[in-house]
Each structure stands twice: as C-alpha cells, then as structure tokens.
Nanobody, 117 residues
C-alpha cells in the first residue's frame, strides 16, 4: 500500500518559516521524482518544487530563492523548507511522487499552510 504522509503545516506570520516533510512508503523511492504542489480554493493545483532522482531541482518562479526542496533516499523522505513566507503562499500543500519508468503518480492527503498576521 502506497502512502505519502505530509507533516509540518500550520499558521505562520509573514516573513516566517515552515518546513514540510513527506514520508513515503510502498514505493521504490529512489526511482521516483518527488514534488510539492499547492492548491487554493477555486484554482488549479500548481507545482511548487520538484526534485529528480539525481537531485536536480526546479521551482515555480514565485518561490525561487525562498523555498528549498530536498530528499533523503535513506529515509524515504522529501522536505520543503519555506522561508520568507508571504500571505500568497497560503494553500494546501501536497506531496507527489512519480515513478520515472511507469509515470505512475501518487499523492499525499495535503497539509494546510496559512501565512497571516
């Protein structure tokens, strides 16, 4: 059974930091590209950050320089360090895995991040 379990969301003031973590089980973690997406009500889910099996990263423009994605293949975890948070970062954040061979996607249940004073 595949599980992606996010943690670390919450309420933070503008300019603050949060670290999201995603623990994966039931997948061959090393052959999965891992990513974080976010979604606000009424809008499409958007990719925030992605890390390949080789460790290459890419980010959506709005978070470049503020967010950092990392992975630990020994622990089957992927993290998202979010600094200098802005109110527009408020969303439900989802962990995503994609197998590089089968292209099969899995999603976590989401964790709420709220940036507000």
């Amino acid at each position: 059974q595949v599980q992606l379990v996010e943690s670390g969301g919450g309420l933070v003031q503008p300019g603050g930091s949060l670290r999201l973590s995603c623990a994966a089980s039931g997948i061959s973690f090393r052959v999965n590209t891992m990513a974080w997406y976010r979604q606000v009500p009424g809008k499409q889910r958007e990719m925030v950050a992605r890390i390949t099996t080789g460790g290459s990263t890419n980010y959506t423009d709005s978070v470049e320089g503020r967010f950092t994605i990392s992975r630990d293949n020994a622990k089957n975890t992927v993290s998202l360090q979010m600094d200098s948070l802005k109110p527009e970062d408020t969303a439900v954040y989802y962990c995503n895995s994609r197998n590089i061979w089968s292209r099969r996607d899995y999603w976590g249940q989401g964790t709420q991040v709220t940036v507000s004073s």
